[in-house]
């Protein structure tokens, strides 16, 4: 390992909740990771140490400036109890495309891929064992230099916490209502849409409060220079499947590469699904609705894997898709990835990794 990591137990072990009870990212385990940088060190003294609060001075430039960046994966416990990762090394490497873009120092990819192995074997009772459960992963950086100017921090300190979480779909798979956000927009070209920062997330919350009072699940994104191009669903990926050919956004910088996204992809050419990644307008999906060749829609990400889309809704436009019904496909994609992350379906492409690979 690249750092040595020190570890401090916690005196206080927490109850563990009931699995049947858990919700998302609620709850946290005993411990957390911890490692700071300073400029001319270098990052420095990695800790897993008792999960608590971080001291932040009132200055801190993260609390002003935003200059923050977050990840998320999840580990699944095996039927042989063995516990494993999905794809973390796509993780440590959009951290650094991440960092990159918000003038955080990068982070060697390999310690970080191990920072999380580590953290998660040091809490791994934690990792729930009923179906459709897992451990949520949830590494983050912030600047903390107490400092007011703007310029990109001295100092920032990167975390870990582990967060068992639910089923997403309690009581099974069920297709959302999304809302076609035609005022609001998330991101442009030359923008951080790319990026996963804290701070996409604070201006999308108005759109989304927005959905919700209108009674629907999710807002739908389109591009925001033209308000036309479909970009992303909420904080998910978004597939539109018209006449048997399955469209997504392209990596344009616009959009979150997800990761569930790429596996997605992946599995559809393994099956010879026709898939194309290029834009496609609100126009076209109108269209091919009004032809009866709105086939199924769905969005991909790590919490819900995939979620089907049942109603949309642009302008005043009210859109059925599949009689509001779970498509095959978007079942399909759904069972083998989640077969994949939890041990029950073959991995051809490698992408599970063990604690102890
Ligand atoms: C995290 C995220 C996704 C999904 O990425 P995954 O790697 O599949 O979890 C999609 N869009 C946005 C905006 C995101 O933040």
Partial sequence: MKY????????????????????????????????????GVGWYDARIVPYGPIPLDPAACVLHYAQEMFEGLKTYKTKDGQVQLFRPDMNAARTNKTN????????????????????????????????????????????????????????????????PVGSYYKGGMAPTKIFVEDEYVRSVRG??????????????????????????????????????????????NAFFVMDGVVYTAPLEGTILPGI????????????????????????????AHEAGKLDEVFASGTAAVISPVGELRYVDKDMIINDGKIGALSQKLYDAITGIQSGTEPDAHGWTVKLKD
């Avoid at 191990?114 to 791994?124: N, R, S, T």
């Avoid at 729930?128 to 992963?137: A, F, H, K, V």
């Avoid at 409060?209 to 669903?233: P, S």
Wanted: aromatic content about 12%.
């Fill in 260 to 287: 569930t996204r790429d596996s997605v992809i992946q599995l559809l050419k393994d099956w010879n699904v026709p898939v194309k990644e290029e834009r496609f307008t609100i126009d076209d999906v109108v269209a």
């Fill in 191 to 236: 923008g951080t849409g790319f990026a996963k920062i804290g701070g996409n997330y604070a201006t999308g919350l108005a759109s989304q409060e927005k959905a919700h009072q209108l009674g629907f699940t999710q807002v739908l994104w389109l591009d925001g220079k033209e308000h036309k191009y479909i970009e992303e669903i909420g904080t998910s």
């Fill in 100 to 163: 990159e873009r918000l003038c955080i120092p990068l982070i060697d990819e390999e310690f970080y891929v191990d920072a999380i192995k580590a953290l998660v074997e040091f809490d791994k009772d934690w990792v729930p064992e009923l179906e459709g459960t897992s451990l949520y992963i949830r590494p983050f950086i912030f600047g903390n230099e107490p400092f007011l100017g703007v310029r990109p921090s001295h100092t920032y300190i990167f975390c870990i916490i582990l967060s």
């Fill in 4 to 39: 040595e990591i020190r570890v401090e137990k916690t005196p206080n072990p927490k109850a563990k909740p009931d699995p049947s009870t858990l919700e998302f990212g609620n709850v946290f385990t005993d411990h957390m990771f911890l490692m700071d940088y300073k400029e």
